[in-house]
C-alpha cells in the first residue's frame, strides 16, 4: 500500500508529520485490541497498516484511533476498530479458503480496505451512492485495487451470483435475506450480526450437508440493513 505523492514539499512534510503520528496511534490502537482478546497477527498487521484516518473527515482525524464508531454522515458510521478485528478474525477462522469475499455495507471502505490485505479479492456493495463514491476514493488513494465496489442492495447478494468464501455483512438484520442465505454454498461461511435494532450478536453461518448452521458470538450494535437503493 503506497500513499500518492504530494506536489510540494511542505504538503509532504505535513503528510510525512501526519503518517509518523497516526502510524504511532495505530500501534497503540493495535495493543488495545490485543488487550481485548484479538489474537491472529494477521488481522492486527492489517489494522496496524490501514490509516483509519484517510477513511474519515478531516475533523474526526483525533478520534481516528480511538476504539469507536464515528459518523461518516448519511446517518451511517464507521465500524469501531474491535469489532472490525473481531469480525475479520471470525471470517478468517470461518473461511476455508481466502480467495474472494463478499462484504455488505461497504461505508467509507474502512473493513473493505482491511479485507483486501487478507483475500485475493474483496467484492462490496453499498446501497448509499455517495457512500461507495466515497469509498473508492479511499481505497483509490490507498492504491488497493483487489477490490471491486458496486451501488446496489446487498439484500439482493451480489449481482452475477459469483461464489464467495466468506461473506461479511456489515449491518443488522433480525432475519437474513433469503438471496443472502442462498449465497451460503457448503465451502462458504458468511459473519452478520443478528437481531433487533439496538441489540445482535455476531453470528457465524455455514452451510453443513445443505443445513444452515449458526453459531454466537460477541453482542454488538450496527446501524440496520435496509432494501433499496439511495444517492
Ligand atoms: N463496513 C463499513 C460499515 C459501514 S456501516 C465499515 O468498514 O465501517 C453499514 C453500511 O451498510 C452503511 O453504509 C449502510 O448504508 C450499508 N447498508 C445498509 N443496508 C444495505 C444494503 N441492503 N445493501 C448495501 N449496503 C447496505
Known sequence: MMLPSSPNSDQRTARQLETRRSSRARMKLVERLKRKGIRNPAVLDALEAVPRHLFLDPEQFDNA????????????????????????????TAAKNNRRVLEIGTGCGYQTAILSLLFDKVYSVERILSLSQRAEKNLALLCINNATLQHSDGTEGWPGHETFDAIIVTAAS?????????????????IAPIGAPGYQQLTTLRNQNGLISSETAEAVRFVPLLSGTCD
Open 65 to 92: 484511533y480511538v476504539d469507536t464508531a464515528l459518523p461518516i454522515g448519511h446517518a451511517q458510521t464507521i465500524s469501531q476498530p474491535f469489532v472490525v478485528a473481531l469480525m475479520t478474525e471470525m471470517v478468517l
Open 174 to 190: 433480525d432475519n437474513l435475506p433469503q438471496p443472502l442465505l442462498r449465497l451460503i454454498k457448503p465451502d462458504t461461511c458468511l
